[in-house]
Each structure stands twice: as structure tokens, then as C-alpha cells.
């Protein structure tokens, strides 16, 4: 008699803990479903970007230097297979710098992202190509923040295009 009361208990504690997990898993999606969701069109923030102009004359202006530099070098070489290989040093070189302003003015860019975001109670930001339906758009106040972060105003240009 006693085992079968034993087995009760054990199977009621079984219960009893997959209804606490079930209960914990349905109000965590229940949780996941009352995100708050922002998006942004993170194409228009990078191209809106302050330092954008500014670091893309310094992209051109290296890319025309390396240019330069890689001629004047190929002039001295005698085969096509060195000059070959000092046209991919060359690229590799300017990929990396290139790689080092899109990463400067990217990981810029998401810091205010995530600023914008905590400040609105955002709990999430996607891409605007990602929403279908719904959403917050943070695009204007990440602009905004941008231009503040570096005591500057929001060019009416920019301002236009948000607009429209």
C-alpha cells in the first residue's frame, strides 16, 4: 500500500514540475511576444552618418595615393606576375583601410542605437527591411542623436528626406 501511495507522490511531484516548466516557458513567450520592436533604415543612417563625407574623401584620397604608389612600383617591376602581386598587396591594403572606416562609422552608429532604443523602451531594433508589419521607426531620433553626439544640427537636407 505504502509503495503505491509512494508512486502517487513521486508522480504528482512529475506533474508538478512539468506544469512549473510549462508555466515558466509559456509566460517567457508570452514575455518574447510584449517586446517592444523598433527598426531603423540603417542605409539612410550610414549614409547620413556626420564624419560619412568626411571619411569617404579620406577613402578616395588613400585609394588615390595607393594608386599612385602602386604605378610608380609596377614601373620598376619586370614581369606580370610581380606586378600581379603588388596589385593585391595594394588592394588588400585599401580593403583594409575601407573595412576600417565602415567599422568606425558603423559600431557609431549602433551605440545610438542602443541608446535611442533603452531611452524609447525599445526592446528590440531590426532592420526596416525586416518589418512587414508594425513597429516603431527610430530612424529620425537616431539622426537626431548622431548629429547631437557631435554638437551638430541635423542638416535641413537630412531633415527633408525623413520627411518625405
Known amino acids: 500500500m505504502t509503495v503505491k501511495f509512494k508512486g502517487v507522490s513521486c508522480l504528482k511531484r512529475k506533474t508538478l514540475g512539468i506544469m512549473l516548466v510549462l508555466t515558466m516557458i509559456l509566460s517567457s513567450s508570452a514575455a518574447a511576444a510584449a517586446a517592444t520592436i523598433g527598426y531603423v533604415d540603417f542605409e539612410f543612417l550610414f549614409y547620413s552618418h556626420p564624419e560619412y563625407e568626411a571619411k569617404n574623401r579620406e577613402l578616395q584620397e588613400s585609394a588615390e595615393r595607393l594608386y599612385n604608389e602602386a604605378q610608380a612600383e609596377a614601373e620598376k617591376l619586370a614581369t606580370q606576375e610581380e ?15 575601407e573595412h576600417n572606416v565602415r567599422v568606425t562609422l558603423v559600431s557609431f552608429i549602433l551605440e545610438i542605437i542602443e541608446q535611442v532604443a533603452q531611452e524609447s523602451g525599445i526592446d528590440v531594433v531590426l532592420p526596416e527591411s525586416s518589418i512587414i508589419y ?19 544640427s541635423v542638416p535641413s537636407s537630412i531633415r527633408d528626406l525623413l520627411q518625405q
Open 83 to 97: 606586378i600581379d602581386q603588388l596589385a593585391a598587396q595594394y588592394e588588400r591594403q585599401f580593403e583594409e583601410i
Open 134 to 152: 508594425g513597429g516603431i521607426n527610430l530612424t529620425a531620433p537616431v539622426i537626431e542623436a548622431m548629429y547631437q553626439a557631435y554638437g551638430i
